[in-house]
Structures are given as C-alpha cells and as structure tokens.
C-alpha cells in the first residue's frame, strides 16, 4: 500500500517537542486528518507514552488516549501498534508498563531506565507494522530530546528517530514564554548528528498576528541553520477534543441546570468519560480539586476510574471528601463510580496478592453493599449492552483489575453481552456503580441518562470531534508549510 522513500521505507517524520505539553499530539492528530483528507492512508505512531488514559482496541490491547484521537484523525481503527509501549503511573516512582497493548510488568522509574532500550525491537517491530499499512507516519516523540539525561537507551524521541532513520520536526509552544530559547536551546544540547536529523521547526499557540513573530523566526533560523516551517495561532476549540494528561482536564463549558461533581483524585484513569458531558450545554461539570470540598448544590458526585484504586481511596479520604459525600447522599443527591470510583463505593477492598502495594484489605465509602477483590488477571475488552433502568443501549469498555460482588450486584446498572450484569445499584436507586468506561460517549446512553435528571442532550458527539479535526486539519494547513513537512517525510 504504502509509496516507498528512495530510502526503501515508508515516508514518515518524527514530531517532537522542546517539552511536555507544548501541543504534539494535537498537531498530529491535525496533519494525520490533513493528509487522510487528501487521500493518503496515514496512520499515527508513538514509541513510548506515559499517560493512565488509555484507549482499548478491538483484540482488548491499550494504547494511550492521544493515539486514539489520531486514528479518529486517520479515519482508521486502533492498534496496539500505534503506540508499542504505555506506561501507566501508579506512585510517583513505578508505573505499568504495556507492551504491545498487554500488561509487560509493574517497574521503578530506575527499573525502567535500565529496561526501555530492550524494549526497542519490540517498538520498531511495531513501528514496521504500522509502516506497512501506511502511505505516510507521523510519529510522535514523548517529553522532548533536551532531556538528554534520559538519552541512554531512549526509544521515545532521538533514540527511536536513529533506530528508524525518521526526519524530525520540532514543536515549540509560544504561550508558555521563552520561545525562541527553548528551540535555540534544544539545538545546543543535541549530539551534532542528532541536530542534522531535525530539518525544520514550527511555533505553536500563537495569539495574535503570527506576523509579528517574522523577526523571531529569523532569528531561531539563523542560531539554528533549521527551517522554519510556520506559526500555528491559537485554536480555539482544543480544549473541546479528548485530553490525554490529567493537566489538560477542565470544567466543563455547558452551564446547565444539571450540576455533575467530579473530585479530580490523584491517579485519576480514563477521564475520557468526562469529554462528553463537559460539551453538554445543559451540564454544569465541575471539577474538584484536592484541598477543595464538594460544593453542596450538586446533583451527581461522579468518581472517576482510578491506576491505584486503594491509594486513591485514602487520597479522598484525606481530602475530608468522605465527609462530604455523606452530606451530598444525606441530602437526596445522586452517586455514580466509574470502574476505580465503583470499587471506592463498596464496604471494602481487598488486594490479598499486593497489586497496588502492601497486601490486605481496606475499607471502603460503604454507599454499595459490594466488596472487592484485586487480581493480577486485567481486564480489558470493549463492553456493550443495556442501561437497565432506561433501557438504552451502551458502548464503551472495561480495563480493570479486580471483581466484584455483593448484594447490590443483584440490581446491575448495565446488562452486557445480553446476560452478564455489571455494576451495582443501591436499594434507593440513589448510587450506583459500572465498569464500563466511555459509556457517556455514547450519544444513545447520555441522552437518557440526563434525562433522567431532567437535562436535555442535543450533542452528537462523536460528529462534534470528527468536525472539529476537519477544522484543525484546515487550519494546519493555512499555517504551516504542509508541502514542506510532506517532502522532509519522504525525503529526510
């Protein structure tokens, strides 16, 4: 399929970024829609990504949020090959690691380090895979190639562009300040041979006339011998697309009389569930921060998913959200745990095998009467099925460790593959509990669901997200230098 380089490979570059959260993702997913909408079969790939929002294939694999938001981007279903390696936080200093979309092992960050360079041939095996049912590859790096501290054993930005022979552009963000020093910079730092394989640079998140950073580009091209490849301006409707980073989470932009609460716990999973509801029109979502308590005018408190579903726990706790919570239940108002925050709702938690740390059992907020067990067996499959108590349909998936039982498991939220509950709902219908990730997504399930509470749903919301990276494809290519980009893809 694909049209190959004098090179012998796919045509394919590499953007990477002068750090975290300077808007590569975006910008892929952007140029993947561009050139899919020229024609091209594209297809996104990242090395290495460390984020607890993943995204389930349809073989049950995970890959982060970001390259799910890519594939939409391509018009093309996920793949496990799409990002090789996830790595999923679990403290401050260990996380999962996902291989290939399956669960590879639990490791130190200095455990890690000493790891990832084995790791390569698994990456550019994944890499190749994807290659081959591509026209084009836009690869994205993870963090930036300034951290040369980590350039021992790299696959995620440098390493990998070596190991694959890949070109490199450089996103620079300008709203963060300090532009101009953190593209020259870059260019000081990197091995010579390593400032050869960059062949151009773009700014991102101008406000403003983009003009009036002419004089900035010269200067940076002049300091650094790379092209520059344009001013991207502010695009206004990012925040209404996915976000992968719990950084990028935020209120929701309806303000409605239906006010959902989410307390934002500290590994927070697979907050992909809040996209919807934050574009809703008559949604009020809120987000909670830590140190913050729960505003007592709420109609739902929503848990979200959690990587460290015990830690979380005392996280709340800690928090006096408990205490909170009691008051919102005492006052008549509503509950719903999604996967991590269903487990926090029954009496306890047991983890007999020390998946999240120490083994035994704790106890839980006590609104269902289930109790938990954690396993090493992970779940992740999509989930389809019914909402019993409106009878709409529900897509989404699980990914989780664990299982669940108890009495109020006898009134299952959801009814899946036609006979298998899942979830919990109280005897007063007030709380209730699912495994089932990305269920607000589905436009079916959302609308019933709000109307239930009296809120009304006019969003088609994945026609919301498909528009929107039309208009940022469009708005790519009135920025940036899209022929040049494509001929550094096929030529280096």
């Excluded at 998140?205 to 010269?218: N, V």
């Excluded at 959690?306 to 009691?326: C, E, H, M, N, P």
């Excluded at 919102?328 to 047991?350: A, K, P, W």
């Amino acid at each position: 399929m694909s049209e190959r380089t004098g090179h012998g490979r796919t045509p394919a570059v590499m953007v990477q970024g002068t750090g975290s959260n300077v808007g590569k993702s975006l910008i892929v997913a952007g140029l993947c829609r561009l050139f899919a909408n020229r024609g091209l079969a594209v297809r996104p790939f990242k090395p290495q990504n460390m984020s607890n929002n993943a995204a389930v294939t349809a073989d049950g694999g995970e890959i982060g949020r970001a390259q799910a938001l890519q594939a939409m981007g391509c018009r093309v279903p996920l793949s496990v090959h799409m990002n090789p390696v996830l790595l999923k936080p679990e403290t401050d200093t260990g996380a999962q690691v996902i291989v290939q979309g399956t669960r590879f092992g639990t490791m130190r960050a200095r455990e890690y380090g000493k790891q990832k360079s084995e790791l390569l041939p698994r990456v550019i095996e994944s890499f190749s895979e994807t290659s081959s049912r591509a026209d084009l590859v836009f690869v994205e790096g993870a963090g930036s190639p300034a951290e040369i501290n980590l350039r021992a054993g790299d696959i995620a930005n440098m390493g990998f562009a070596e190991a694959a022979d890949l070109p490199v552009i450089l996103c620079a963000d300008i709203d963060r300040g300090g532009v101009i020093a953190s593209v020259v910079g870059t260019h000081a730092v990197l091995e010579p041979e390593e400032r050869q394989r960059v062949k151009g640079f773009f700014i991102n998140r101008f406000r403003g006339d983009p003009s009036l950073f002419d004089e900035g580009m010269r200067e940076i091209e002049t300091r650094t011998g790379w092209k520059g490849l344009g001013v991207v301006p502010w695009f206004a409707d990012a925040g209404k697309l996915p976000a992968e980073d719990a950084l990028g989470l935020a209120d929701g932009l309806g303000d409605g009389k239906l006010k959902i609460v989410v307390p934002v716990i500290s590994r927070i999973a697979n907050f992909d569930d809040l996209d919807p509801l934050r574009l809703e029109e008559d949604v009020t979502l809120q987000l909670v921060q830590p140190g913050d308590p729960l505003p007592g005018d709420a109609d739902i408190v929503l848990l979200p998913g959690s990587k460290s579903t015990v830690g979380d726990l005392a996280f709340f706790r800690a928090q006096g959200w408990d205490i909170d919570l009691r008051a919102h239940h005492r006052r008549g108002g509503h509950i719903l745990g999604v996967c991590g925050g269903y487990q926090m709702l029954g009496r306890t938690i047991s983890d007999p095998e020390g998946i999240e740390g120490a083994p035994g059992t704790v106890e839980g907020l006590g609104f269902l009467d289930v109790d938990t067990i954690l396993t090493s067996e992970k779940s992740t499959v999509p989930a389809s099925g019914t909402h019993i108590a409106s009878g709409a349909s529900v897509s989404g998936y699980e990914i989780h460790v664990g299982r669940t039982d108890g009495p109020d498991c006898a009134r299952p939220m959801m009814l899946l593959d036609k006979d298998r509950g899942d979830g919990a709902v109280s005897a007063n219908g007030r709380v209730a509990g699912t495994y089932v990730h990305g269920l607000f997504t589905d436009d079916g399930f959302r609308k019933a669901y709000l109307k239930s509470f009296g809120a009304k749903s006019g969003l088609a919301y994945d026609r919301s997200i498909d528009l929107i990276l039309d208009e940022l494809a469009q708005h790519l290519e009135m920025a940036l230098d899209v022929e040049a980009i494509l001929n550094i893809a096929k030529n280096g």
